[in-house]
């Protein structure tokens, strides 16, 4: 393909971009798109600058935002994680102390997560206020 009809082809394109962006619903959803992708990068730069990956901090966000507590498989379903990658994450967060795992009833493999007072003073480092 040369580069004039790539060129084309960007322009056809564009046009029917601009037709779709005349609709406001889609228009909208585009831009909440891009703002979102936008504060996702946002949140990754911030997460880096104090030394921590953005999931850690979606994980203890997700946990407080649910009364301190939370099933793996509530974290695993709301962060779209496999519950393996998520369990390295865990796994990390409880040996720094951030999160603790509790067994609640009769079936061990269940087990609660838990923010610990460390984890909720390191959020509260990392917030805004």
Known sequence: MSKT???ADINILADEINKLGSDSNFNLVLQLS?????????????????GHSKKRY???YFIILHGGTVKATSLSKELFN????????????????????????????????VITKKGIE?????LPL
């Open 122 to 126: 390191e959020i509260k480092k990392a």
């Open 82 to 113: 496999s519950k393996q990658a998520l369990t390295k994450i865990i796994d990390g967060l409880e040996k720094e102390g951030l999160v603790a795992r509790n067994s609640k009833n009769k079936d061990r493999r269940v087990k609660d997560i």
């Open 58 to 60: 979606q994980i203890l």
């Open 5 to 7: 009809n790539t060129k």
């Open 34 to 50: 891009i703002a979102g992708l936008l504060l996702d990068k946002l949140l990754d730069v911030e997460s880096r600058k104090i």
